[in-house]
Nanobody, 122 residues
Framework: QVHLVESGGGLVQPGGSLRLSCAASGFTLDNYNIAWFRQAPGTEREGVAYINKRGSYTYTIDSVKDRFTISGDNAKNTVYLQMSRLEPEDTAVYYC???????????????WGQGTQVTVVS
């Protein structure tokens, strides 16, 4: 059974950094495309970044691409989202998602984690 577990969220001051982890079980990452999404209170879920199943291509949305980096470690079956220079506007629940065929910033991913809270506050 495919299972995704996010971790690494927390409370951080503006300008700080966090590294989110998305640990996969029940499948191997090199067979699935993985994305990170976020959802702030009262807003729609927003795609942040994705990495293709071979790890040969990544995409990050313009608003965070100079601060966030997505990467994968197939040996650990984990995908990361390194976030730096965090801003209060980055406060949200962050989710990872996996799909064997789809990759992009749409919601078409078949598997989703439960999310991890990131709060950026002074």
């Amino acid at each position: 059974q495919v299972h995704l577990v996010e971790s690494g969220g927390g409370l951080v001051q503006p300008g700080g950094s966090l590294r989110l982890s998305c640990a996969a079980s029940g499948f191997t990452l090199d067979n699935y495309n993985i994305a990170w999404f976020r959802q702030a209170p009262g807003t729609e879920r927003e795609g942040v970044a994705y990495i293709n199943k071979r790890g040969s291509y990544t995409y990050t949305i313009d608003s965070v691409k100079d601060r966030f980096t997505i990467s994968g470690d197939n040996a650990k079956n984990t995908v990361y989202l390194q976030m730096s220079r965090l801003e209060p506007e980055d406060t949200a629940v962050y989710y990872c998602a996996a799909d064997r065929y789809y990759y992009g910033m749409g919601p078409q991913y078949d598997y989703w984690g439960q999310g991890t809270q990131v709060t950026v506050v002074s």
